[in-house]
């Protein structure tokens, strides 16, 4: 019988060569995105996907072409955020078009597949094993569907990743060095610290990457969201968490945004930011926008 080490390439399989293939399909998709920027957390629950899709439609208000890619595949809250729930993918000229919202972002979301009552099952021949392929098998869809959509010209991709600290830097991983990456937290000891580790990862990815074969990721900053709440019957900013006792992250911060009950209710009714009043947290959000543009120019 023979050893790992008795065989030679990929042992016949094509398997090196399917991989080639399917990068150079997504680096052909992507050819025409400037900026490649990936919102992660590490924490859960810190309104991470509320505040990707709203700096979309900031980005998009300045005039940008922009696209969102909802990576969180087994909890994707994009589509009905972004009004493409139950959206028709039709071919293109050469690839899948992208739904796109009133306002004019693409936005791709499993939301879009698959209703909020199903989940999404992968096959395995091992049922027992289901989990230990589930990455796999996330990073194999997610390559697939950056190689078989039309992208085309944009200046800024935004990926919405799923929470885990892990996911993070595995994402990192498979988007490569010339995706970088906005954290977001809230202002809470718990939440520092997760998104703290995340920080470390990447960093110690990125000191690794200085000497070995995968490059560093730039860290544009993070985001404190739900910094205070919004109160329209007093047009003020309140407390919503105790501050925290000393900053644990150690990367720029990009601004603050507050909790709007009222942003929250057109999230779920899926109305775009165009359509929003001009609050502080809409000026929050711009503002976090600019800083966004001036960190990747």
Not at 113 to 128: K, N, Q, V
Not at 213 to 229: A, I, Q, T
Not at 267 to 276: K, S
Request: proline share 5%.
């Amino acid at each position: 019988m023979k050893g790992y080490h008795d065989i030679v390439g990929d042992g016949g399989s094509r398997i090196l060569e399917q991989v080639a293939e399917q990068r150079a399909r997504i680096n052909d998709g992507l050819a025409g995105v400037r900026h490649l920027v990936a919102v992660g957390s590490g924490k859960g629950g810190v309104g991470k996907s509320t505040l990707t899709l709203h700096l979309a439609g900031a980005l998009r208000a300045r005039g940008l072409r922009v696209a969102i890619l909802d990576a969180d595949f087994n909890g994707p809250s994009q589509a009905r955020m972004a009004g493409v729930q139950g959206a028709l993918f039709v071919p293109g000229s050469h690839k899948v078009s992208l739904p796109r919202t009133s306002d004019g972002i693409g936005v791709f979301s499993m939301g879009s597949l698959i209703s909020e009552s199903a989940s999404l099952e992968f096959a395995s021949t091992a049922p027992g094993e289901s989990q230990t392929w589930r990455a796999t098998r996330e990073f194999a869809l997610l390559g697939e569907i950056l190689a078989s959509f039309e992208w085309g010209a944009l200046d800024v991709l935004l990926f919405d990743l799923p929470p885990g600290t892990e996911r993070t830097v595995q994402y990192a991983d498979f988007l490569g060095p010339q995706t970088s990456f906005v954290l977001v937290t809230i202002p809470s000891e718990v939440s520092r610290g997760v998104v703290a580790r995340s920080v470390a990862a990447l960093l110690a990815r990125r000191s690794l990457g200085e000497g070995g074969s995968k490059g560093p990721n730039r860290m544009l900053g993070y985001v404190e969201n739900m910094s205070g709440y919004y109160c329209r019957d007093c047009n003020a900013i309140k407390p919503l968490f105790d501050a925290p006792k000393q900053s644990t992250l150690e990367i720029p911060c990009l601004g603050t945004v507050p909790f709007d009950p009222e942003l929250a209710r057109r999230c779920d009714q899926g109305i775009p930011f165009a359509e929003l009043t001009d609050t502080p947290v809409r000026r929050a959000l711009n503002d976090v926008t600019g800083r966004l543009l001036e960190t990747l120019s």
